[in-house]
């Protein structure tokens, strides 16, 4: 079936739906994106609703601009949140210019006093240039300093980092409200960022969303802030995976860094 703006509007909700219940990102009307990924269905107010989230839709929409696409179109919002071909089309010129002149200033209108600001995306841009990609994990993890702090700080920010970042898991065990997954998770190992080994976690998932019907041991799932978002195609798994290591790439190239960014 041909993906719409529905798909790429669903897609997108189901990713920013639990930051947005924790508080992180977006206005609070998560009960309006609940009840339309429950429903399948897409209204102009819960468009609305998605375009206000401070960090993801500036992204989306310059990702739609770079293609000469809708923001919502389902490549799009796949880009941002999973990975796909479209985030190669991306000016890197223009991709430094954003997050400098539109995400900073949108952070600030929303009252976030911390994230990627002017002189932070300087640095990333200078040391990592043409690579730089406007994926989500990019956000959470290009502005990474592992040397600073106490242990205990630092692994408070690892925690934060990895519950943050989209991740992926293979469904083991399909229970009533959680499934039991394998998914690699964020280490510090000899002081640069990686990712494990897959390890057991169990992760919690909305059995009334219709895209998790049938879910079942061998599938795929993409992971945000310990809830399963959606299920992976073999293509979207690969996509996650390779931009996932691009940004674990950008971040441990800022080693000595003091900005910090704060999930979202």
């Known amino acids: 079936m041909k993906a719409t703006r529905d798909d790429g509007a669903l897609l997108y909700a189901s990713h920013a739906l639990q930051p947005n219940s924790l508080g992180y990102c977006g206005p609070d009307e998560n009960r309006k994106i609940l009840e339309a990924l429950h429903e399948s269905s897409v209204s102009e107010g819960l468009i609305s609703t998605l ?15 770079s293609s000469g696409r809708k923001a919502f179109d389902r490549k799009v919002t796949e880009a941002y949140w999973i990975g796909n071909s479209l985030l190669e089309a991306v000016n890197p010129a223009e991709f430094y210019q954003f997050t400098k002149n539109v995400l900073g200033p949108s952070r600030r209108r929303a009252g976030k006093r911390e994230g990627m600001t002017s002189a932070s995306s300087a640095s990333v841009f200078k040391k990592f240039g043409e690579k730089a990609r406007p994926h989500h994990t990019f956000y959470v993890m290009a502005l990474h300093d592992n040397s600073q702090g106490s242990p205990e700080v630092e692994r408070k920010i690892l925690g934060l980092m990895d ?17 039991v997954v394998e998914r690699p998770s964020l280490e510090v190992s000899g002081g640069r960022l990686a990712l494990t080994p897959p390890v057991r976690a ?23 802030w310990n809830f399963a978002s959606s299920r992976l195609t073999p293509t979207q798994l690969k996509g996650l995976e390779k931009y996932t290591g691009l940004a674990i790439d950008v971040a441990n190239s800022q080693q000595g860094k003091k900005s910090r960014p704060r999930p979202d």
């Not at 993801?56 to 601009?65: D, L, Q, W």
């Open 51 to 65: 375009t206000r989230f401070e960090a993801a839709y500036p992204f989306v929409k310059m990702i739609a601009e």
């Open 163 to 179: 519950s943050c970042r989209v991740s992926w898991g293979k469904v083991l065990v399909a229970k009533k409200s959680t499934l």
């Open 202 to 224: 169990e992760v919690r998932f909305d059995p009334a969303i219709p895209s998790f019907a049938g879910i079942a041991p061998g599938d795929h799932v993409s992971i945000h």
